[in-house]
């Protein structure tokens, strides 16, 4: 089964921009990994905040932006706000139907 | 907008069942994926089971494979995972989520004696 690498830990001013990062044991992430990304706040369930690697849902804030960067998948967070303090997870889609979940990014805004 | 409500959960012996269970309140519901993702206590999420829009196709991560079954009734716009022969380390809040968007509440499964 395919390992999927996250930062585990990243911090960003408020105001400030942070992009974070993506990767596949299998080789470079590209578009057919269909990547998302989502965000789970503490004592909260999660929610898809990006999916097919750039679209956003009419919930998701502006600030957050998802893109491919050297080989993985990306998600930009410009303009930090505190209530941006959360985990993140990216999802990849393999064959087979059996997606991966990343280790997940807890993000401090400080 | 897609309310995902889950029901079942609670705690349970090692070797037993629960029934967790996921109602969906649009009629949708059938033209879609639908996955289980649990979350181990101060872990991160794992994906455990997918199926199909019709049930023909189920997939499940290696370490549940032949406990859990996936399962749904687009009918009552509601799906299933019947979990058997649970183990400590089945210990996890669990999701049900039409991942390109919506997400259940959790149920919380405690396997202990």
């Known amino acids: 089964q395919a390992v999927v690498t996250q930062e585990p830990s990243l911090t960003v001013s408020p105001g400030g921009t942070v992009t974070l990062t993506c990767g596949s044991s299998?080789?470079?992430?590209?578009?057919?990994?269909?990547p998302y990304w989502i965000q789970q706040k503490p004592g909260q369930a999660p929610w898809t905040l990006i999916y097919?690697?750039?679209n956003k849902h009419s919930w998701t804030p502006a600030r957050f932006s998802g893109s491919l960067l050297g080989g993985k998948a990306a998600l930009t967070l410009s303009g930090a706000q505190p209530e941006d303090e959360a985990d993140y997870y990216c999802?990849?889609?393999?064959?087979?139907?059996?997606?991966?979940f990343g280790g997940g990014t807890k993000l401090t805004v400080l | 907008e897609v309310q995902l409500v889950q029901s079942g959960g609670g705690l349970v012996q090692p070797g037993g069942s629960l029934r967790l269970s996921c109602a969906a309140s649009?009629?949708?519901?059938?033209?879609?994926?639908m996955t289980w993702v649990r979350q181990a206590p101060g872990k991160g999420l794992e994906w455990v089971a997918n199926?199909?829009?019709?049930?023909?196709?189920?997939y499940y991560v290696d370490s549940v494979k032949g406990r859990f079954t996936i399962s749904r009734d687009n009918a009552k716009s509601s799906l299933y995972l019947q979990m058997n022969s649970l183990r400590v380390e089945d210990t996890a809040v669990y999701y049900c989520a039409r991942i390109h968007d919506y997400w259940g509440q959790g149920s919380l499964v405690t396997v202990s004696s």
């Open positions: 999802l990849l889609s393999y064959s087979g139907a059996r997606p991966v």
């Open positions: 649009e009629i949708t519901f059938s033209a879609y994926w």
């Open positions: 097919d690697t750039t």
């Open positions: 199926i199909k829009q019709d049930g023909s196709e189920k």
């Open positions: 299998t080789g470079a992430v590209t578009s057919n990994h269909y």
